[in-house]
């Protein structure tokens, strides 16, 4: 209590100046990397290197950006591709396109409510969000938000069945649970800048380069999430509501069979974007593995590194019905606010059906491994 007693002290040290001007152009970035570009020059250094990095020496963070290198895609051609569409149906959802907003911390560091005006830009644009917060004000005013609630887990079944009730009762149509996150991970970026956790919920104090953080990021096993965590929670949850319980974090092939025979109804193929163990396989090198241990019984999703249409085209083919998203909704964020939003989710929409036409694929029914090639060096 005494440490958010302070942070809240500290609100009126927050910067006030706005980060969006009016005269802000959302149409100038024209892909992912330029909203990125955006964003960095008007965030706090804290913000953005809490947002853009990875763990220790970042290896797993590039390993997501260059596996998609390392697949080439081999379209068909004289095909009528005169209508596409993105659509897909996944967990009893009909979705306008298989882009997911992932679960992401921080968002504060951006704007405050920054959870609500995520959830508004998915609104806006039809597209699933998942978020333990920022979503109730938009479903008790009746919108039809999509939603997904996430969780680290509960260390007993009484506390995990209370939650999934909740998120059944409030309207959510799935449960993530982040399976990847035990502890907090040693985060170079953030020791280096003496990042304090508790600006995640009340955003960067204006003089926080001079100021000596209360509990400043280090190099420890501190911060546990619920390392106790075992296959039995899936049954809590399932046992207590009748949504879908969706693992995400998952990277070895004997963990997505365990997934589909503890009953799980999908699974994410995750390295956390690079975010905990450093060294851990890129996220769409393993997901074709993951796909074949799966073996069709439930939908495989996956997250990490997906910044092009072209790269969700190339996940799809190696198996993924769907795929999430987490860095490219926070650019938009942080360069224009809920526009950015929506214009990054547009944008990769615009990019994936495109990359379906060139690539000869009118549903995304019909991408499968045929059209994709892995190679050994590429770029």
Known sequence: MQRRECFRQLMGLVAASPLFAQDDDVTGPINIHEFEEVAKRKLHKLAYDFIAGGVEDEYTLRANREAFGRVAILPRVMVDTTDVSTEIELLGLKLKSPIIIAPTGGKNLVIQNADEVVARGALARETLICSAT??????????????????????????AAGYAKRVEDGGGKGIVVTADNAYQSN????NRNRFDYGYMQFGVPKDSETRKPINP??????????????????NWLKGAANIPVIVKGVLHPEDAALCVKH??????????????????????DA?????????????????????????????????????????????????YGQPGVER???????????????AGKRRVSEIDRTIVKRMTVWR
């Open 287 to 335: 997901l074709p593995d993951v796909a074949d241990a799966v073996g069709g019984k439930i939908p495989v999703l996956m997250d990490g590194g997906l910044r092009r249409g072209g790269d969700i085209l190339k996940a799809m083919a190696c198996g993924a019905r769907a795929v999430l998203v987490g860095r490219a909704p926070l650019w938009g964020l942080g360069a």
């Open 134 to 159: 920022g979503v109730q004000k938009l479903l008790q005013e009746g919108k039809p938000l999509l939603w997904w609630s996430n969780t680290a887990g509960h260390s007993n079944k009484s506390q």
């Open 217 to 234: 990021a280090r190099a420890a096993m501190w911060g546990p999430h619920t390392p106790s965590m075992t296959w039995d929670y899936i």
């Open 344 to 358: 990054v989710l547009q944008l990769l929409t615009d990019e994936t059906r495109l990359a379906m036409a060139l």
């Open 187 to 190: 985060r170079d970026r953030n």
């Open 263 to 284: 009953g799980a109804d999908a699974v994410v193929v995750s390295n956390h974007g690079g975010r905990q163990l450093d060294g851990a396989m890129g996220s769409l």
